[in-house]
């Protein structure tokens, strides 16, 4: 088992299951009716290089900003098709979530990707290693929950590799 820090965006990484990562700089959220719009409309950021959280961040206004309360994972084999699709067509790098991927681990590996677990529960520990909103999107169409939101993380972890580039797999049923 490995430490490894990434910085995103990043062009290829070597993780492997069991290795522990936290990420600097861009991460996106992304659910489902997300995954949606960016299969069907297109995405509004380039994703190359990013990694995705499944999230439905707490998130309130506060002076013209923004302010992150909670930001834990959301259950990610829920929309486990949508997210390798996403993956492998527009070169997001890190899947983040919780749960696993239920059989599509492999093809999310042979598109250079990784998915990270992120500790269940721990909501108010991920709001703390968001340093702050970049940008959000579709929030007038989706609503708070399933809008992507676009933050600057410092530290973001622990995540746990449950699908490594590699193919490796921390334990079956996550992949």
Known sequence: MRRVRVETPVDRLDLR????????????????????????????????????????????????????????????????????????????????????????GERLAECGAAYLVFPGGAGSLAAEKIAGVVKVFWLDVLGPTEALWVFRVRDFGPLIVA?????????PSLC
């Open 17 to 104: 299951a069991g290795d522990i990562v936290y990420l600097d700089n861009i991460v996106f959220t992304a659910r489902d009716r997300t995954l949606r719009m960016i299969l069907e409309q297109g995405a509004p950021l380039e994703l190359r290089g990013l990694a995705m959280y499944h999230c439905g961040p707490l998130i309130v206004s506060v002076g013209g900003g923004w302010r992150v309360l909670s930001a834990g994972p959301t259950t990610s084999v829920r929309f486990a098709r949508e997210t390798v699709e996403v993956v492998c067509r527009y070169g997001v790098k890190l899947v983040v979530g919780k749960g696993g991927l239920a059989g599509w």
């Open 163 to 171: 699908v490594g580039t590699d193919g490796s797999c921390l334990r």
